[in-house]
């Protein structure tokens, strides 16, 4: 049975800590603030054996080599991770399977906001760990990738079963509500997070991890295809409607 802590980091990143008991493993899932961490695993009087990357950027290999030089941790990651100047010890990529002990988890390509962008699924557990793929009614920044792209890789995810709890990187869901409530204006579901979500913020409360399974009922990325006719394009292909709504999002002033 997998044990994770989770912990704000920098200003809107969570940092993870994912430990196996019956071996002691423990994984850093990103690096976003290497001297946190440490401090957080300490706490715990976990030992870091293990840093799993999601994507290259520095808010989640920034602290890489300075997590591996503290405790010699094996860094596995997609091959771009190497762009912040750290190697990764094992290049993972779409199939791969790494272990935390003896705990398996599959590597999902869910490229788009990095090209190279992973997933870690812990297929047994039900968990996964999306890093900047997926957010609580949001998804990430197409910064590198397409929308084709981005919405094969979402798919991906939403196929998972959905009791499946996932892990995103950062707390942006309120902002993310903000926006979801303005293409997807009739979904009473939608509605009820958000004053979920609401009255979380409002007592300084965490809104990650959430369940697929409200993604797939309120996230208005993953249901871009059942959002055609509001966005006013019906004979669009289900990729397209997603590259619209996350066009509106990338102009929403909320
Ligand atoms: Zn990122
Ligand atoms: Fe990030």
Not at 135 to 160: I, N
Request: net charge negative; glycine share 10%.
């Amino acid at each position: 049975m997998l044990q994770i802590h989770q912990f704000p980091c920098l200003s809107d990143n969570y940092g993870l800590l994912v430990h196996e008991p019956e071996s002691g493993a423990t994984a850093a899932i990103d690096t976003p603030d290497a001297e946190e961490i440490l401090r957080q695993a300490a706490a715990k009087g976990w030992r870091i054996t293990d840093v799993w990357n999601t994507h290259w950027h520095p808010d989640h290999a920034g602290g890489n080599a300075a997590i591996k030089a503290a405790t010699g941790a094996v860094v596995t990651g997609p091959a771009e991770v190497e762009r912040i100047g750290t190697a990764a010890d094992r290049i993972v990529g779409e199939g791969d399977v790494v272990q935390l002990g003896k705990t398996k988890a599959r590597v999902l390509d869910v490229g788009g906001h990095t090209l190279g962008h992973v997933a870690f699924v812990f297929d047994a557990e039900n968990i996964a760990f999306v890093g900047d793929a997926l957010f609580a009614l949001g998804c990430g920044r197409l910064f590198e990738g397409t929308p084709e792209q981005m919405w094969e890789s979402l798919s991906k995810l939403a196929a998972l079963p959905e009791q499946t709890t996932l892990y995103c990187a950062h707390e942006y869901t309120q902002s993310n509500a903000r926006f979801a409530v303005t293409v997807d204006a009739a979904n009473a579901a939608l509605a009820a997070r958000v004053a979920e979500i609401d009255r979380l913020r409002s007592e300084g409360k965490a809104t990650v991890p959430m369940t697929l399974a409200q993604e797939r009922a309120t996230n208005p990325f993953l249901r871009a295809p059942l959002l055609k006719a509001a966005l006013g394009m019906p004979g669009a292909q289900d990729w397209e409607a997603f590259a619209e709504v996350r066009r509106r999002k990338d102009g929403f002033k909320g």
